[in-house]
């Protein structure tokens, strides 16, 4: 079992920034990877960033150059640098591990998910 805590949420205008934190715990492997996903209500979920644990990214296209996924395996916690918001980043964030050193933004390749943090952005 994997557990997931996200902090960092929160309401900000359009052109700002947030950084979201998940810290893991319990049986984490050494070969994982993990991800930010995100979900409007009434939408599914979809794959925002993603990591190795050797550090190898992927984003979807909407965030390229303004989102940055990071690391510190040290202190089994993963983060999301959102700079210049949008209205349309708006959503819960969720953070996601799976076992595994396949690098993907697919939902259902990851095995352990957080509650989520709200993140709303006004324009």
């Known amino acids: 079992q994997v557990q997931l805590t996200e902090s960092g949420g929160g309401s900000v205008q359009a052109g700002g920034s947030l950084r979201l934190s998940c810290k893991a715990s319990?049986?984490?492997?050494?070969?994982?990877?993990m991800g930010w996903f995100r979900q409007v209500a009434g939408h599914e979920r979809k794959g925002v960033a993603a990591i190795t644990i050797n550090g190898v990214t992927t984003y979807t296209d909407s965030v390229k150059d303004r989102f940055s996924i990071s690391q510190d395996n040290a202190k089994n916690t993963l983060y999301l640098q959102m700079n210049s918001l949008k209205p349309e980043d708006t959503g819960m964030y969720y953070c996601?591990?799976?076992?595994?050193?396949?690098?993907?933004?697919?939902?259902?390749?990851?095995?352990?998910w957080g509650q989520g943090t709200q993140v709303t952005v006004s324009s």
């Open positions: 996601a591990y799976r076992a595994g050193r396949l690098l993907n933004l697919v939902e259902g390749a990851y095995n352990y």
């Open positions: 319990g049986s984490i492997q050494s070969d994982h990877g």
